[in-house]
């Protein structure tokens, strides 16, 4: 053998023994410092009226040979209710500010058809408006969550809207929907004031959006108990004036302000990718915290009390659409590599629960990073789906701080936190743990010291594959889902978990916690 290639060689063997090492991660969790509540709102989807989300999707009609009640699917039903989604929001997304409510009521033979000239310019019927997306919430007991029109709607256009689904009183309005055959108001709590108004809601600047709200948001009333939340368009990544202008002008208007985050990869399909683009969701995931802590860290300059919610109501990964489908329809597969992203969010959700306190995954069926897929009858789970049931266990329990020093995930001279964690206690006292090991290869060694709480009991479940893009389908629709996990050990306070690669873990334990700090934010 040459001198060179042995080298070669020789690089390449300690680079793999590298790699099978084992790190070590140490985390301590206070449970005694638990303050804020974890609002179970940071669970919620988004489904917006996008290729096949609604129809097909969730919507099939009344008349369709898929089992259905009253014209929504009853497979997705079933399964959406399974993991507590709290809260959805609809119809847009940017289809949003091109929606009249008025044309999405009454009898649906009399419905206009309309273009969706956001997403493929696909004639509309009209089938799924306001009352079928509310049935919708009822069947899989979330609250909803509409986006108005603020960018081609009127004021008194979505006024209306708001004093057909939640005034309970004699009006020309409440007799529409009262001849449309529902007596009582629904009661609709969350209300967007337009989507990304920077863009497709409008391409304004913020000064002049900022007045849009005031505005519009004004003539949005209360009625009995149902008092609108109002969450305005916030910005699109790290735009940070816009929330500033936002804040400044409209802040005391509002009760919520979003932001808009995706992890891009759109040259290449949800499958089709090595390590570099593994590294690459990892890296542009994980920047979700700084942009958490600096869209706070501007609120809290005009809000210190925290009244106003930052609201991640988009938020995902975004790949090339899959082979031979409508490019505007943003069909995506979902893989382990989207689960190990989900997992990531939501722990960043739950540490930052003093402010953030909604967020809506993108999307929720057949669209971007989807909870189900469906194609004609048949319906798939996908690894997403199960990060969510996993993690339905923080909602509104009280959040632990976590403080980390973690192993490296080291990929071509980049590195990032290897691990990253939450925790909550729950209204029966159980402390959950949700750990993400984001290196594909290596598995890591990760100490966990308990300080105000003693267990006596842990079981665990864990989401992993062998292979990163690893996904379900309908000819193996088991492919990835969860399993049991019992690779840890308690000594005393000090609990030891070893986390295979990529891998997502939530680990339950009973026992019992000592008292809390003076809780910061009840859920509003
Ligand atoms: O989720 C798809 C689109 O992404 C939404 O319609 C829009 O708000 C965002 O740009």
């Given at each position: 053998?040459?001198?060179?290639?042995?080298?070669?060689?020789?690089?390449?063997?300690?680079?793999?023994?590298?790699?099978?090492?084992?790190?070590?991660?140490?985390?301590?969790?206070d449970a005694s410092a638990r303050e804020y509540?974890?609002?179970?709102?940071?669970?919620?989807?988004?489904?917006?009226?996008?290729?096949?989300?609604?129809?097909?999707?969730?919507?099939?009609?009344?008349?369709?040979?898929?089992?259905?009640?009253?014209?929504?699917?009853?497979?997705?039903?079933?399964?959406?209710?399974?993991?507590?989604?709290?809260?959805?929001?609809?119809?847009?997304?940017?289809?949003?500010?091109?929606?009249?409510?008025?044309?999405?009521?009454?009898?649906?033979?009399k419905r206009p058809k309309t273009i969706n000239s956001d997403w493929g310019g696909v004639t509309d019927d009209n089938a799924f408006g306001t009352a079928e997306f509310l049935e919708f919430c009822r069947l899989i007991g979330c609250q909803p969550y509409f986006t108005g029109n603020l960018g081609s709607g009127t004021v008194k256009e979505l006024s209306q809207w708001v004093e057909y689904v939640n005034l309970d009183n004699v009006s020309q309005i409440t007799d529409l929907r009262k001849k449309n055959g529902r007596g009582e108001p629904w009661g609709v709590k969350y209300w967007g004031l337009g989507n990304e108004s920077w863009g497709c809601g409008g391409h304004m600047p913020p000064e002049y959006y900022a007045y849009f709200?005031?505005?519009?948001?004004?003539?949005?009333?209360?009625?009995?108990?149902?008092?609108?939340?109002?969450?305005?368009?916030?910005?699109?990544g790290g735009d940070y004036n816009w929330t500033?202008?936002?804040?400044?002008?409209?802040?005391?208007?509002?009760?919520?302000?979003?932001?808009?985050?995706?992890?891009?990869?759109?040259?290449?399909?949800?499958?089709?990718?090595?390590?570099?683009?593994?590294?690459?969701?990892?890296?542009?995931?994980?920047?979700?915290?700084?942009?958490?802590?600096?869209?706070?860290?501007?609120?809290?300059?005009?809000?210190p009390d925290k009244r106003v919610a930052l609201v991640v109501d988009e938020w995902g990964t975004w790949y090339k659409v899959e082979?031979?489908?409508?490019?505007?329809?943003?069909?995506?597969?979902?893989?382990?590599?989207?689960?190990?992203?989900?997992?990531?969010?939501?722990?960043?959700?739950?540490?930052?629960?003093?402010?953030?306190?909604?967020?809506?995954?993108?999307?929720?069926?057949?669209?971007?990073?989807?909870?189900?897929?469906?194609?004609?009858?048949?319906?798939?789970l996908t690894?997403?789906?199960?990060?969510?049931?996993?993690y339905r266990v923080h909602q509104d329990a009280m959040m632990v701080p976590v403080k980390i020093s973690s192993g490296n995930y080291v990929f071509r001279g980049d590195t990032l936190a290897a691990i990253n964690c939450s925790a909550s206690i729950d209204s029966t006292g159980k402390m959950h743990i949700s750990f993400v090991n984001i290196d594909p290869d290596v598995s890591e060694n990760t100490t966990i010291s308990l300080e105000g709480f003693r267990a006596d009991g842990i079981a665990g479940k864990i989401l992993t594959a062998d292979k990163m893009n690893a996904h379900n389908t309908l000819k193996d629709s088991d492919s990835v889902k969860p399993g049991k996990f019992s690779a840890f050990s308690l000594k005393g306070n000090d609990l030891e978990v070893d986390m295979p690669p990529m891998s997502v873990i939530v680990l339950e334990l009973r026992g019992k916690a000592g008292a809390a700090v003076e809780q910061g934010n009840p859920v509003r």
């Amino acid at each position: 053998m040459k001198r060179t290639s042995l080298f070669i060689l020789l690089v390449v063997i300690s680079q793999c023994s590298l790699k099978a090492q084992t790190n070590r991660t140490k985390i301590t969790l206070d449970a005694s410092a638990r303050e804020y509540k974890i609002n179970r709102n940071i669970y919620g989807q988004f489904s917006e009226d996008l290729g096949r989300c609604i129809y097909g999707g969730i919507w099939v009609g009344p008349n369709s040979s898929i089992p259905n009640i009253d014209g929504i699917r009853k497979d997705i039903v079933e399964a959406l209710r399974k993991i507590d989604v709290p809260v959805l929001r609809w119809p847009g997304g940017c289809f949003a500010d091109g929606y009249h409510w008025k044309d999405g009521i009454g009898p649906r033979s009399k419905r206009p058809k309309t273009i969706n000239s956001d997403w493929g310019g696909v004639t509309d019927d009209n089938a799924f408006g306001t009352a079928e997306f509310l049935e919708f919430c009822r069947l899989i007991g979330c609250q909803p969550y509409f986006t108005g029109n603020l960018g081609s709607g009127t004021v008194k256009e979505l006024s209306q809207w708001v004093e057909y689904v939640n005034l309970d009183n004699v009006s020309q309005i409440t007799d529409l929907r009262k001849k449309n055959g529902r007596g009582e108001p629904w009661g609709v709590k969350y209300w967007g004031l337009g989507n990304e108004s920077w863009g497709c809601g409008g391409h304004m600047p913020p000064e002049y959006y900022a007045y849009f709200v005031r505005r519009y948001g004004t003539f949005m009333h209360t009625y009995g108990k149902y008092k609108p939340f109002k969450i305005a368009a916030g910005p699109g990544g790290g735009d940070y004036n816009w929330t500033n202008i936002i804040m400044k002008n409209a802040g005391r208007y509002i009760d919520g302000l979003s932001l808009h985050y995706y992890s891009w990869a759109n040259q290449k399909t949800a499958t089709d990718f090595d390590e570099s683009g593994w590294f690459d969701i990892m890296k542009k995931t994980l920047e979700m915290n700084e942009l958490i802590e600096k869209h706070s860290a501007i609120m809290d300059k005009y809000d210190p009390d925290k009244r106003v919610a930052l609201v991640v109501d988009e938020w995902g990964t975004w790949y090339k659409v899959e082979p031979g489908t409508n490019p505007h329809f943003l069909y995506q597969q979902n893989t382990m590599r989207d689960a190990v992203a989900a997992a990531c969010n939501l722990n960043i959700f739950n540490n930052h629960c003093d402010r953030v306190r909604m967020a809506c995954i993108a999307q929720m069926v057949n669209v971007l990073q989807a909870m189900v897929l469906t194609k004609g009858e048949k319906m798939i789970l996908t690894p997403t789906y199960y990060v969510f049931d996993l993690y339905r266990v923080h909602q509104d329990a009280m959040m632990v701080p976590v403080k980390i020093s973690s192993g490296n995930y080291v990929f071509r001279g980049d590195t990032l936190a290897a691990i990253n964690c939450s925790a909550s206690i729950d209204s029966t006292g159980k402390m959950h743990i949700s750990f993400v090991n984001i290196d594909p290869d290596v598995s890591e060694n990760t100490t966990i010291s308990l300080e105000g709480f003693r267990a006596d009991g842990i079981a665990g479940k864990i989401l992993t594959a062998d292979k990163m893009n690893a996904h379900n389908t309908l000819k193996d629709s088991d492919s990835v889902k969860p399993g049991k996990f019992s690779a840890f050990s308690l000594k005393g306070n000090d609990l030891e978990v070893d986390m295979p690669p990529m891998s997502v873990i939530v680990l339950e334990l009973r026992g019992k916690a000592g008292a809390a700090v003076e809780q910061g934010n009840p859920v509003r």
